[in-house]
């Protein structure tokens, strides 16, 4: 069955170091989404792709994270550097566009914690 | 998710019905959702429904909406200890496809 791939599952880093995710969405998928969850709330969008094209970055702290998707199918999320309140869950998950989200399909997460 | 509400914990018997809801502020929001994450695990969808619906059922979820009140729930009929989870509420905003999240509801189920 065809999922959203994620790696790492785990990252413990320290503060100020760099850190990067990836994901690799569902084959198709030209939609691609970046969530953070911190624990005990929901989900918070950080950019969302078109393709390789961003199409809202609006919550993305843009001076210490950078997120990329060079060909339009996998992606890279990179945090430098990395602070405490960087710890979190970051979901990856992909859509088909034009459904507005009604089949986004997620990844299982990575989740980071900054020592 | 500070637009979208939900209480934070529901408790049920094995085998009643839960009812976990959502009051969200957008009345623009297109579509409405319900999604699942058990521990350590990503999100994933249960339901959706349009906001020109009343009511969605699938097997045993039942979505109200509410758009008067902006209020979404969702009923689990004949809940069982698999449906412990973390449920959260979540809208698509017109223009952009934006998706926000509610905090989630955890449900426990006991036997």
């Known amino acids: 069955e065809a999922e959203v791939a994620q790696s790492p599952r785990y990252k413990i880093t320290e503060k100020s170091q760099a850190v990067a995710f990836w994901c690799d969405p569902i084959s198709g998928h030209a939609t691609l989404y970046w969530y953070r969850q911190i624990l005990g709330q929901g989900p918070e969008l950080l950019v969302q792709?078109?393709?390789?094209?961003?199409?809202?970055d609006s919550q993305l702290p843009k001076d210490r994270f950078s997120a990329e998707r060079l060909k339009g199918v996998d992606s890279t999320l990179k945090i430098q550097p990395a602070e405490l309140g960087d710890s979190a869950m970051y979901l990856c998950a992909s859509s088909v566009p034009g459904q507005a989200n009604t089949e986004a399909f997620f990844g299982q997460g990575t989740r980071l914690t900054v020592v | 998710g500070e637009d979208v509400e939900q209480s934070l914990f529901l408790s049920v018997r094995e085998g009643d019905s839960s009812v976990i809801n959502c009051t969200y502020t957008d009345s623009s929001s297109t579509y409405l959702y319900w999604y699942k994450q058990e521990p350590g695990a990503g999100l994933q969808l249960l339901t959706y429904?349009?906001?020109?619906?009343d009511m969605k059922q699938d097997q045993r979820l039942t979505v109200l909406l509410n758009k008067k009140d902006k209020h979404l729930s969702l009923r689990i009929a004949d809940t069982q200890t698999g449906d412990s989870a973390i449920y959260f509420c979540?809208?698509?905003?017109?223009?952009?496809?934006?998706?926000?999240f509610g905090a989630g509801t955890r449900l426990f189920v006991k036997a």
């Open positions: 792709f078109q393709d390789e094209s961003v199409v809202d």
């Open positions: 979540a809208e698509t905003r017109t223009g952009g496809f934006k998706t926000i």
């Open positions: 429904i349009f906001s020109n619906m």
